[in-house]
């Protein structure tokens, strides 16, 4: 069973970085697509950003040109590289999986695997 654990959370100032993290356990083979999902109170889940299986990147609009995802197949690790964070950045961010070769799934509900989450606070 795939197991997904976050981490590197924290509060900032606006402007400020954050590295998230995501590991992964209990994958059963190397196709895959991994995807960063936020939730700020009181709103819906939001689609962040993924990275395929072939390692294509994609991003929301709102975050293009801020923030990085990375991949570490070797250490099964997925990471958010996020610079020039802004208060709307706010929200307790996810990590989810889902095996496939297609492109990448921007639906929350087309993930069968999640992380707890880690909350990221920016303040101004």
């Known amino acids: 069973q795939v197991q997904l654990v976050e981490s590197g959370g924290g509060s900032v100032q606006a402007g400020g970085s954050l590295r998230l993290s995501c590991a992964a356990s209990?994958?059963?083979?190397?196709?895959?697509?991994m995807t960063w999902f936020r939730q700020a109170a009181g709103k819906q889940r939001e689609w962040v950003s993924s990275?395929?299986?072939?390692?294509?990147?994609i991003y929301a609009n709102s975050v293009k040109g801020r923030f990085t995802i990375s991949r570490d197949g070797a250490k099964n690790t997925l990471y958010l590289q996020m610079n020039s964070l802004k208060p709307e950045d706010t929200a307790m961010y996810y990590c989810?999986?889902?095996?496939?070769?297609?492109?990448?799934?921007?639906?929350?509900?087309?993930?069968?695997?999640w992380g707890p989450g880690t909350q990221v606070t920016v303040s101004s």
């Open positions: 989810a999986l889902r095996y496939g070769s297609r492109n990448y799934w921007s639906s929350a509900g087309d993930y069968p695997f």
């Open positions: 209990g994958i059963g083979n190397s196709n895959y697509c």
């Open positions: 990275i395929t299986s072939g390692y294509t990147t």
